[in-house]
């Protein structure tokens, strides 16, 4: 492919490959617990040409923010989604809610570090603009949902601030610490055992403390 230009090597790529270079960006952090990539390990596991990189996302830092709107929209969708459900109760809800956000996170576990980064790394404009459509968005919705249940005499009245502290917090320092279960429990991997495991005692714990009764 030498002597070819970004776009010529473009059109020789099959369908879904943007897509597919998200897919193994994603893979490559997930894999090492990291929140960086190498582009020529991005090649070699995609199999395509790094210089797609350049030609979707303009550099690697176009890449990892696109990663990150990628993964973050299917959140806030589905948060937006059930804070609008009529016919669950807030309990439900808020349960619901917990139990994807760890799935999320089991999936997607460099998603808060990825986010930390970026926002550190961007300009202000950027920096913003990732807080005004992802996190401030899971802030309101967390309002939503608690204000309903404290209106339904469910909830105790409780600061959805330092409640949006409280799950990503407990959620992300789980699912980024493959090092301490690796030397302090023997085991590296983290598996759907373990997380339905950690899920049952996330929502137990957080449902305990905002229950009214």
């Not at 090649?43 to 990189?53: K, T």
């Not at 090092?179 to 991997?189: A, E, G, P, R, S």
């Amino acid at each position: 492919m030498k002597g070819r230009g970004v776009e010529d090597v473009a059109l020789a790529v099959p369908p879904g490959a943007r897509e597919h270079l998200l897919d193994t960006a994603s893979a490559i952090m997930r894999d090492g617990d990291i929140v960086d990539i190498s582009l020529s390990e991005l090649s070699l596991r995609s199999g395509l040409n790094s210089a797609l990189v350049k030609y979707y996302f303009g550099n690697k830092a176009g890449l990892l923010n696109a990663l990150l709107d990628r993964d973050w929209q299917a959140i806030v969708r589905s948060v937006d989604a059930l804070v609008a459900k009529d016919d669950m109760d807030p309990e439900a809800k808020l349960r619901r809610h917990i139990s994807k956000v760890i799935d999320t996170f089991y999936a997607v576990p460099y998603l808060n570090r990825l986010t930390m980064r970026m926002v550190r790394e961007s300009d202000d404009t950027e920096a913003r603009r990732i807080a005004d459509c992802y996190l401030s968005p899971i802030y309101r919705a967390y309002e939503e949902l608690i204000g309903e249940g404290v209106r339904a005499g469910v909830f105790r009245s409780i600061d959805p601030q330092l409640f949006y502290f409280t799950v990503t917090g407990a959620v992300d320092r789980f699912f980024s610490t493959r090092l301490v279960m690796k030397y302090c429990f023997n085991q590296d991997t983290l598996t759907e055992e373990l997380r339905d495991r950690y899920r049952e005692h996330t929502i137990d714990i957080i449902m305990a403390g905002i229950l009214a009764r």
